[in-house]
């Protein structure tokens, strides 16, 4: 609803470590086969991370004369690009770890997973590490998180004058709220008196 993604079918769920022992093959041989290209100096080292920046990039050279097969490992990077810098970020947000690689092998099934139950349980558990007092930065779908927010608490949702449509994230792209500091009376049978902040300079 909020991200259009699918909350049934197969789990999203993969190795972190023993590549080979697991998948009997090498992870940098099978992301050269599914990519169609290895991030420099990742192949017989033990980097599990590829850089964002490294598949925005090749994303932004792709070649207009590609066959099928080529289409489909550019829209594997495609995807592997929005797993790592959207729905299922670090707190650093500037790298993807390929455990997601094998679950995106097969590109007919790539549909069949539950994507919007992955993204929902890891900002769920990034909201609960995010907790302690030493934590400065959290990782987790932040779109999904203010999607949300400004959903059931619409005094806090940027100003729009069309209708809901979905996913419901896309209501509110491109739109800002002017920072509150203050709320005065409560919600529930009054208005809400907004002070908004203002420029010292």
Same mark, same amino acid.
């Given at each position: ?16 470590r ?15 086969e ?19 920046? +490294?598949?925005?990039? !090749? $994303?932004?050279?792709?070649?207009? /004369? ?8 550019? =829209? ?52 609960c ?8 930065c ?9 999607? +949300?927010?400004?959903? !059931? $608490?619409?005094?806090?949702?940027? /100003? ?8 419901? =994230? ?20 009054t ?9 010292t300079?």
């Amino acid at each position: 609803m909020q991200l259009g993604l699918p909350v049934d079918g197969q789990p999203v769920s993969g190795m972190l470590r023993s590549w080979s022992k697991f998948h009997q093959r090498d992870i940098w041989e099978w992301c050269h086969e599914l990519l169609g290209e290895v991030p420099p100096g990742h192949i017989g080292t033990t980097k599990y991370n590829i850089k964002l920046k +490294w598949l925005r990039t !090749r $994303l932004q050279q792709m070649p207009l /004369d590609l066959d099928d097969n080529g289409l489909m490992q550019y =829209a594997r990077s495609y995807i592997l690009y929005l797993l790592g810098g959207v729905l299922l970020p670090d707190k650093a947000n500037n790298t993807v770890h390929v455990r997601y690689l094998p679950l995106l092998a097969d590109f007919d099934a790539i549909g069949t997973y539950s994507w919007g139950s992955a993204v929902l349980c890891w900002l769920y558990r990034s909201m609960c590490l995010a907790t302690d007092y030493s934590v400065e930065c959290m990782a987790g779908c932040h779109t999904l998180l203010m999607s +949300w927010i400004y959903y !059931r $608490l619409p005094f806090w949702a940027p /100003d729009v004058t069309t209708a809901f449509s979905f996913p419901l =994230a896309t209501r509110w792209a491109g739109k800002k709220k002017e920072r509150m500091t203050m709320l005065s009376s409560t919600y529930l049978g009054t208005v809400y008196a907004w002070i908004i902040y203002k420029s010292t300079r």
